[in-house]
Structures are given as structure tokens and as C-alpha cells.
């Protein structure tokens, strides 16, 4: 068998997908996307798939290290976003070859299903006790905020003192035993983050998430001294050397490497057993795509340390199209009491809906992350 050709969508509402072909008329999908960068990306893929024509996409493990080691200049967010794309459609091609789901070919599964969360109240948070109480009577069990908005170096109590209420508010409304997942989303400096993980406590958060940036991830020292909350963080980290350190200085109890950023389901897979070795659960980054978070359930379902999966339905993010929106069976990704069964169709386990992801590529997007500013004038993290 080999790789013929390839296709690249652009679909709203911030998305890439790829289509590879194969001789024996085989395709797989993938997902290569950072998000704000796509067409990036997507010059990326172009340059990685001049290697690929012609070559056997069953060799997998080989094809992902010429891809990465064949370029003196490797790593980062283009690159490995380019490449965990590639790499997914690739294991697509091989399960549906063989007719078994990839985590078949990954050892098998370890468990049925995985515990989900859902995201609620936007970029700015607001109204969110209301909003939570709505997901969790859809049956999740648990949720998912942005903290703050723009926070400065050294900020003011009232800031804090809004997110306190916020998530108090969530807490009463829902009771104690809802996991409420907390973002600081990189918008908050060391100082204020010492500040936020203590008078958080009391409220028993299910974990803070990029509390810092993980420029500085040494930070990550001083918050794990001061609060019991489990410190989660990995969106921003690409690869499995990216994360060497973190894991081995100690201080991180969750990673949430994505999918389509950190190389794939190869590189993603091995990340998740590093961390395992570790002592430390993972929880993978997925605020895309279906074909993102069906990659995603395939490793969730082979690593022991998975222990909940972020998904994008009804995430702020999806104006005018939704997870649900390209695909042929939306019910693969039923969730039920807060969890989602591992999907056992060949493959990644979906079936792309080709003929809406074209019709939705003609209309394409620009889609860019707002950039934000203090009162000051200076640029903020968002």
C-alpha cells in the first residue's frame, strides 16, 4: 500500500482537518491545527506530505521520526501540530487496514469509556453557576471555567475576590462532589497565582490548569508548597522532551498534552506512559475538533494514568458549527452520566461526513484569538 495523495480543509469554526489516500483506497483523517495558526499549519503539512507520497503508511513510528528528525530545526507549535496531524490520519489508514480501532494496535484497551468534561462561561467569565448547573443536569460530572480575565504581574484583591465568588457560586449551586476544573490559562503571573491556588482551597477544585505559562514552569515549585490542589498543565508543551523536565522535577499532577499540538497519537502515547512512571494522571488538551478528540480516546483508552477527557461541545468557541457537525454518526460521541465509550470502529473509530466538511472548507475561517490589553495600555495574556 501507498500514500497517493492528500487533501487540507479549512472548516469553521477554527479547524484543519486532512484527508491522506492511499492505492488500495484507504484514506485516514487527521487533525493538524494550532489554533489562530491554521493556515500555518497547514504550509506545514504541505511541506511534511512531499516526504510521504509514494511511502507505505503503515510505517508509522518511522515515517514520525523523519518527519521530526529529518529537519535540523524541529519542535514547537507549527511543526508538531503539522505532524500530530499526519501522524493521526496515518493510524486511521493502519486500523481501518487491519479493521481494529487503534488502541487495538496500541496494546488494547484498558478501560470502556472515560470520564468527560464541559466547558462553560466563556473567554470572560460570567453567570456561571447558572451555566454549570445546566451541564451537570445534562449528566456531566464535571466542569470546566477560565478563572480570570487579564490579570497584570501584581493585580488587585477585588480580581481575586470575583474569582473566589465565582466559583463559590458554582459550588453552591451544584454541591460538593462536581469536579470543577479550573483555568488560569496562562493569564496569570507567579505573584497572583500564589494568591489565587490558597483562597481557592477551601473549595476542594478538581485541579488549576496553566496556573503559569510554561515559560515558567519552575514557578510550578512554589505553587505545589503552598495549595493541595492538583496543579495541571501541557497544552502549550509539544513533545515528549518538552515534558522531560516538568515531569521530573515533581511538581506537576496532571498533563494535558493535545492531541493534535504534541505530535500525535505516536508521541502523545508515550508521553502519557513518562508520566505514568511518574505518578502523574493525564488529561488530554481537546478543545477541537471530532477528529482531535477521537485520536484522544484512542490513548485515553490504552494509558492506565487517563483519568478525564475535555471536549469541545458547546464550547464557546463553536459558533455556527459544532463536534457533532462532521460526522456521518453523531452517536459515537454520546455521553452518558458524564462519560463517553471508547469508540470501536476501525481507526481513530469515525466516519467523516466528507460532503459537509467540503461544503464548510468553501466557506473556510480567519479564526484568530483576540488580543487583549491593560488599563495601561500594555499587552495582556489571554
Not at 125 to 135: H, I, S
Request: proline share 5%; net charge negative.
Amino acid at each position: 500500500m501507498k500514500i497517493t495523495g492528500y487533501e487540507t480543509f479549512k472548516v469553521p469554526p477554527r479547524w484543519l482537518f486532512l484527508k491522506i489516500e492511499t492505492d488500495e483506497g484507504i484514506v485516514g483523517w487527521g487533525e493538524p491545527v494550532i489554533e489562530g495558526r491554521a493556515a500555518t499549519v497547514e504550509t506545514a503539512v504541505h511541506e511534511l506530505m512531499t516526504y510521504l507520497i509514494d511511502k507505505d503508511p503503515l510505517k508509522i513510528e518511522d515515517h514520525w521520526n523523519v518527519m521530526y528528525r529529518g529537519g535540523f530545526y524541529r519542535g514547537g507549535p507549527i511543526l508538531m501540530s503539522a505532524i500530530a496531524g499526519i501522524d493521526q490520519a496515518l493510524w486511521d489508514i493502519k486500523g481501518k487496514y487491519y479493521q481494529a480501532p487503534v488502541h487495538e494496535l496500541l496494546g488494547g484497551a484498558c478501560r470502556d469509556s472515560i470520564r468527560v468534561y464541559s466547558w462553560i462561561g466563556g473567554d470572560r467569565p460570567g453567570d456561571v453557576a447558572k451555566a454549570a448547573k445546566e451541564v451537570v443536569d445534562k449528566g456531566f460530572t464535571a466542569i470546566k471555567m477560565n478563572a480570570t480575565e487579564e490579570l497584570q504581574y501584581i493585580d488587585s484583591y477585588a480580581k481575586v475576590e470575583a474569582v473566589v465568588e465565582r466559583v463559590a457560586s458554582i459550588r453552591e449551586a451544584v454541591g460538593k462532589h462536581i469536579g470543577i476544573g479550573i483555568d488560569f490559562h496562562g493569564r496569570v503571573h507567579k505573584p497572583m497565582a500564589k494568591v489565587l491556588a490558597k483562597e481557592l482551597e477551601s473549595y476542594h477544585p478538581m485541579f488549576i490548569e496553566e496556573p503559569v505559562l510554561p515559560q515558567n514552569n519552575e514557578a510550578l515549585r512554589d505553587l505545589a508548597h503552598l495549595t493541595s490542589i492538583p496543579i495541571a498543565t501541557g497544552e502549550r508543551m509539544f513533545s515528549k522532551w518538552d515534558f522531560k523536565t516538568l515531569l521530573a522535577d515533581g511538581y506537576v499532577d496532571i498533563i494535558q498534552p493535545d492531541l493534535s499540538h504534541a505530535g500525535g497519537i505516536t508521541e502523545c502515547k508515550k508521553i502519557a506512559a513518562m508520566a505514568e512512571a511518574y505518578d502523574v494522571a493525564l488529561a488530554p488538551h481537546c478543545p477541537l475538533g471530532p477528529i482531535a478528540l477521537a485520536a484522544c480516546l484512542q490513548v485515553d483508552a490504552t494509558a492506565h494514568n487517563a483519568f478525564i477527557q475535555e471536549q469541545s461541545l458547546g464550547i464557546h468557541y463553536n459558533q455556527g458549527s459544532d463536534l457533532l457537525d462532521y460526522l456521518v454518526d453523531p452517536s459515537v460521541f454520546r455521553y452518558e452520566e458524564g462519560y463517553v465509550k471508547i469508540p470501536q470502529g476501525p481507526g481513530l473509530g469515525i466516519e467523516i461526513n466528507e460532503e459537509h466538511v467540503r461544503k464548510m472548507a468553501a466557506i473556510g475561517h480567519d479564526w484568530k484569538n483576540p488580543v487583549w490589553r491593560h488599563p495601561d495600555g500594555s499587552v495582556a495574556e489571554w
